[in-house]
């Protein structure tokens, strides 16, 4: 990666021509995008579209299926192991370059997803068309020809870029790098005090470390954006209280992920994240292995808007729960209402244990408070709780844990991160 020779947040690192080509394979997919999601039956062209061009389907069927319960659920080793055969033989694209995004690498191998244009488009602009819909001033907030749409990484491999989004009146999306040095860091939060932000949309890590630089840094003015939108991680409830406070306003839930693009986002009501079910076919696979549309399990992806790089029945790695029913912004159907992702759900300490929801209250009622923690199984049922926040903390929290929890037995580490920059900040091991 090249080093950054200057702390002027509107070079970016990406070359004119990456930009340009970028705008046009946007201006090229959205009619086509628009095409695809009103297409006649989508879902079941999807499959009969993979059924003859997808080797691993064409293979199994000998024909055209168009009924999903045919379909076998397929997990992401498959797809490590075999990814050609999860590629349509009827694309051939030059760009193919701009077309591919690889999966964090956080949970095992990185899974290199090819996309077409309207799945190019979907993820990159339509997100942000899709969250205009339960935000009802981000229109109004933006500004066309001008950054306004704000996309923090801490990732190490992403590059500061500027992508002109045709689809919001030609606003721009501007994505920052956090983490990079300490002058970088302050020159990122003076040009976010100074610039019109519709909408920002980070980790709820990254907003964490970003509202601590701001609170740190001398100078006029906060950190102020119309939305937030966070996703990449779990949510916690604390965490959303101390975002919220911090850059004074509400927050969006969102869940999203290459293979998919956007699953499910929260609306006003905050009931939940409703599944996104024009093109997304989301279902729960329960213990016993039976498949449904809602209950507790494994879910599994049938993204039928992505017809290069086929996702049917995909266990995409997440454990949830899903319920269906009509919201009050007039959502009816599915709702992702537990999101505990790849998360443990309790801890043994010995004679019982202690669920990971009882561990999380009880790091939040120490004072002083800690930044961030991880909660791992130790030896000898001891609970491992990493920390990081100021020196000292450990007393107030040994303290906190000794009342809540008299017969267990904690083993406390101050650490100065939990994870490794760019990667997926996880609570409970
Ligand atoms: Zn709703």
């Avoid at 201006?27 to 297409?39: F, G, S």
């Avoid at 905050?270 to 399990?297: C, F, I, K, N």
């Avoid at 990081?388 to 904690?410: E, I, K, Q, S, Y």
Wanted: hydrophobic share 40%; proline share 5%; net charge negative.
């Amino acid at each position: 990666m090249p080093a950054i020779q200057r702390d002027d947040l509107t070079a970016d690192e990406t070359s004119r021509e990456n930009a340009r080509v970028n705008l046009g394979l946007a201006l090229e997919a959205y009619p086509l995008w628009v095409e695809r999601l009103t297409c006649r039956d989508l879902k079941r062209a999807f499959l009969a579209e993979c059924s003859a061009a997808v080797p691993h389907y064409r293979n199994l069927f000998q024909g055209a299926v168009r009924d999903l319960d045919r379909f076998p659920v397929i997990d992401r080793a498959d797809h490590d192991d075999r990814r050609l055969d999860f590629i349509s033989t009827d694309f051939e694209d030059p760009r193919g370059e701009f077309l591919r995004i690889s999966t964090n690498g956080t949970f095992g191998r990185t899974l290199r997803v090819a996309w077409d244009l309207p799945s190019f488009f979907d993820l990159n602009h339509a997100s942000y068309l899709r969250f205009s819909t339960v935000l009802p001033a981000f229109f109004s907030s933006l500004v066309p020809g001008e950054p306004s749409v704000f996309v923090i990484s801490d990732s190490p491999r992403d590059l500061r870029t500027s992508v002109v989004m045709p689809a919001l009146d030609g606003a721009i999306l501007r994505r920052l790098i956090l983490g990079r040095d300490e002058m970088t860091d302050v020159a990122l939060v003076e040009h976010l005090r100074r610039a019109r932000i519709a909408l920002l949309h980070a980790k709820p890590s990254v907003l964490l470390d970003l509202i601590e630089l701001d609170g740190a840094h001398d100078g006029g003015g906060r950190i102020a954006p119309a939305y937030v939108v966070c996703s990449g991680e779990n949510l916690y409830p604390d965490d959303r209280a101390r975002i919220e406070a911090g850059l004074g306003c509400s927050v969006l839930d969102a869940y999203a992920a290459s293979e998919a693009g956007l699953i499910a986002y929260e609306c006003r009501h905050r009931t939940g994240m409703h599944v996104v079910t024009d093109h997304l076919t989301v279902e729960v696979e329960a213990g016993d292995g039976s498949l449904g549309p809602t209950g507790t399990g494994q879910l599994l992806i049938t993204n039928a808007l992505n017809w290069r790089h086929a996702f049917i029945r995909y266990r995409i790695g997440d454990r949830a729960t899903v319920t269906s029913g009509e919201c009050g912004c007039g959502h009816d159907g599915q709702t992702i209402v537990a999101m505990p992702g790849r998360e443990r759900a309790a801890y043994g300490d010995g004679t019982g244990s202690i669920t990971a929801e009882e561990i999380g209250a009880a790091v939040a009622a120490a004072d002083p408070p800690v930044k961030q923690f991880q909660v791992a199984p130790g030896e000898d049922h001891r609970i491992v709780i990493s920390w990081v926040g100021r020196p000292g903390g450990d007393t107030a929290l040994a303290a906190v844990l000794r009342g809540r929890f008299p017969g267990a037995r904690f083993e406390l580490v101050n650490v100065p991160a939990i994870n490794l920059p760019g990667g997926k900040l996880r609570r409970f091991l």
